[in-house]
């Protein structure tokens, strides 16, 4: 059986192996190992344990992505490789229609699309197309981002290349730390449905709307394209791997970081803030109001 020790070790040794502040690794891992000499960790065991650890991993660096996941289901401790990874999250976006719950025409043909995940732009394109296309002829839209928890960057990127006009338009960059390479995010020149262009675009976000989501939130807010109507969001902008540590336990270590192309800082730790603060529950009525007081 591991013990807490060994457990805590192994999931430093991944954070100071790839977390993107390298510098903010060893600090980590610093405090973490004084805390475990002390015997804090002593007493802990599963969800506890992960609890504790991770409050503590926030505590000296406020990243919503570093996190020690404890999971009651247990699961391979040899490492996924990326052929792997992408390979699950392909499957789960397959099984929750690559993350589109529903599109609906609202009164006054105001569009509405429930976006859950944030699609692969490959095999979630003609998905996130025939979306666009159903509300191609609407007069506004509302992208409703409230319980959409993440996904890809690349599928970010495809979603907000709908609301411009070309690929002229620079969204964002993700420094990698493993490669230490930047890689630039525009536009895209061709997509499989018409754009939605000249038309209003309310985002709606939540307490909930994390990383993937927030990239769109954020990166439409910025650029100017889009109205945000809700709650503050919670503040992951950091691509992150996940790495087994026991059969139940999981650390996830940021190996990336977002940079806006226009703020030139991203959301991670202080969230999206909303243009319009509402409770999230009426979020879709006032964003759904202030479409047709726009449109009159």
Known sequence: MTDNAQIIDR?????????????RAVEIDRAIRARLAAGEYDALDGTALCAAVTAHLQEVCPDKHLRLLWQEEARSTETEDDDAGRAAFLALLREQN??????????????????RRIADAGEGARAIGAAMELVAQTRALILDLRECRG?????????????????????NDIYERST??????????????????DRPVYVLTSATTFSGGE??????????????????TRG???????????????????????????????????????????AAGKALE??????IRRLS
């Open 180 to 197: 230490d390479s930047t890689r630039q995010f525009w536009t895209l020149s061709h997509l499989p449905a018409p754009r939605y262009l």
């Open 236 to 278: 992951g902008a950091h691509p992150t791997g996940r790495h087994p540590v026991t059969e139940h336990i999981t650390v996830t270590v940021p190996t990336a970081r977002t940079t806006n192309a226009v703020t030139g800082t991203n959301w991670e730790g202080v969230g999206v803030r909303p243009d319009r603060a509402v």
């Open 11 to 23: 999931a430093l040794g991944r954070i100071v192996a790839g977390y993107v502040f390298s510098q």
């Open 215 to 232: 990239d769109v939130a954020y990166t439409l807010q910025a650029l100017g394209r889009a109205e945000l109507v809700g709650e503050t």
């Open 286 to 291: 006032m964003a759904h109001q202030e479409a």
């Open 98 to 115: 690559q993350g589109i719950r529903r599109v609906e025409q609202l009164d006054g043909n105001i569009g509405c699309l429930d976006i």
């Open 151 to 171: 996904g890809s960057p690349e599928g970010a990127a495809m979603w907000c290349s709908y609301f411009f006009p070309d690929d002229q338009v620079h969204l």
